[in-house]
């Protein structure tokens, strides 16, 4: 088979890295792909957001499945376009990955539905939604409607902060139209926790528990990041509230996408908040998480490729997912200012150290090449990944390796994982 893989971060070089094992792969293409991902794909120079191009290309390769990874390109109608093309496709339609694009929609459709998540209100009009927040209790969250790379959410501990954020959004439309509306969401407090699930609309078939940790800084502080390090399984999500989880969330919301004539394929990727009152959800993902895929595809032993090929031709229901014992962990590192501004460029080194060391991959996120020399180019740069008989040696692991590698002004979280080892003593 010829897979092309649609994405260039540390999300889409695990999945390269996983479908290279599959003895059905004979060639993968990554558009536009990363340093990393060019060892065991080859990389085309194209963008993922250019949808037309992507399907020519798949068209004059003959490609048999293609795998998308960033949701824009997916709220762009990239599968739509693809399935009326006759190309096999992994990923949810326009349609379905609006529970992605639009927060009014996936919040309205959980109530409707009956699906635990914060109270909330849904405004279009800036007066209205000043108004109502002069009746709120604090901290709240005001969250952009729309999709604003992962920087929509503003968790609010006066009524000032909520205000001022309201009109950035909303006046000085700092997302653009992904700030028409918005929604004012109840403060949760709790674990987050991500469950991921692939779907064919029809049977839904649960990944393992994943723990980001969203936070620049050590110990949750500073502004929050698209992940700065993640482990699975979370020993927090015990039998009982997997199956809680399952029976109350991902079934619900995928017969409720039936349901609104959106049906859904894909992964349907749950961010959720463990509170005193049972798990409540964040926002739906309509893609695989970044660092989530890391940690999962590190412990996952099947092959990925049935997986994907079942979901894209609906017999998901013929498929199991066997995992590794251990634990699995990812650790990033990131440019030095990230998330804000960063410095592009720098020397990466000791890549060669950890090269085929066992049960380890540094994945590339934000990286290029300069005169045969992998450098900077991003936030976050590299995902070191291994796994371990249980968290504690996984993290032991991840954390010499980590020594093994720098470039100027690199950061990483020292306690990815440390909050599920301490609680278990
Ligand atoms: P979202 O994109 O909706 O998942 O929000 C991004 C991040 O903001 C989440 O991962 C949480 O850390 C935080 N967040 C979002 N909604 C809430 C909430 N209702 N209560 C507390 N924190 C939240
Ligand atoms: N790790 C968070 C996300 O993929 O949205």
Redesign the pocket.
């Known amino acids: 088979m010829k897979i092309l893989i649609v994405g260039s971060g540390g999300r889409e070089h695990a999945l390269a890295w996983k479908i290279a094992q599959s003895p059905m792969v004979k060639k993968i293409f990554c558009a536009p792909g990363n340093p990393g991902i060019a060892e065991v794909a080859e990389c085309v120079d194209m963008e993922a957001e250019n949808i037309e191009g992507l399907y020519n290309f798949a068209l004059k390769q003959k490609i048999d499945l293609t795998v998308v990874g960033p949701e824009d390109t997916l709220t762009a109608g990239i599968v739509d376009r693809f399935r009326d093309g006759r190309l096999r496709i992994f990923g949810p339609s326009k349609r379905a990955s609006i529970i992605e694009g639009s ?1 009014v929609f996936a919040k309205t459709l959980m109530k409707k539905y009956g699906i635990p998540t ?1 109270d909330f209100k849904a405004f279009d009009d800036l007066k209205q939604a000043k108004k109502h927040i002069a009746t709120c209790k604090f ?1 709240l ?1 005001i ?1 952009a409607d729309g999709l604003a790379k ?1 920087k ?2 503003f ?1 609010c501990k006066t009524l000032e902060e909520a205000s001022k954020h309201i009109e950035n959004i909303m006046n000085e439309k700092i997302f653009g139209h992904a700030g028409d509306k918005i929604v004012v ?5 709790g674990e ?1 926790v991500s469950i991921l699930a692939v779907t064919d609309g029809k049977t839904i078939l649960p990944l393992s528990s994943v723990q ?1 940790h ?2 620049v800084y050590d110990g949750d502080k500073g502004p ?1 990041t698209g992940g700065m390090g993640a482990y699975s399984p979370v020993p927090l999500i015990t039998d009982e509230l997997q199956y809680f989880i399952e029976e109350n969330i991902l079934v619900p919301i995928v017969h409720a996408m039936k349901k609104e004539n959106r049906s859904y394929k894909g992964v349907i990727y749950a ?1 959720l ?1 463990i509170t005193s009152a049972g798990p409540k959800v ?2 739906f993902n309509a893609r695989f998480g970044d660092p989530e895929t890391q940690v999962l595809l590190m412990r996952m032993k099947s092959d990925l490729v049935p997986i994907l090929l079942s979901t894209a031709n609906s017999n998901l229901e013929d498929v199991d997912i066997e995992w590794h014992n251990g634990t699995s962990i990812c650790v990033i590192m990131t440019s030095k200012g990230y998330p804000d501004k960063y410095e592009k460029g720098l020397p990466i080194s000791g890549l060669e150290i950890l090269k085929g060391a066992d049960n380890m991959q540094v994945f590339h996120a934000g990286t290029s090449v300069k005169n045969g020399k992998v450098i900077t180019n991003g936030g976050r740069v590299l995902g070191v990944t291994t796994i371990g008989k249980d968290l504690r040696e996984a993290q032991k692991r991840v954390y010499e390796a980590i020594q093994k590698l720098s470039f100027g002004g690199a950061h990483y979280r020292r306690d990815i994982g440390s909050k599920a080892i301490l609680r278990k003593n």
Do not use: R
């Open positions: 927060k914060a901290p969250v969250k992962g929509g959410v968790v969401e109840e403060f949760l407090a987050e980001d969203k936070a929050n961010g908040m964040l926002e």
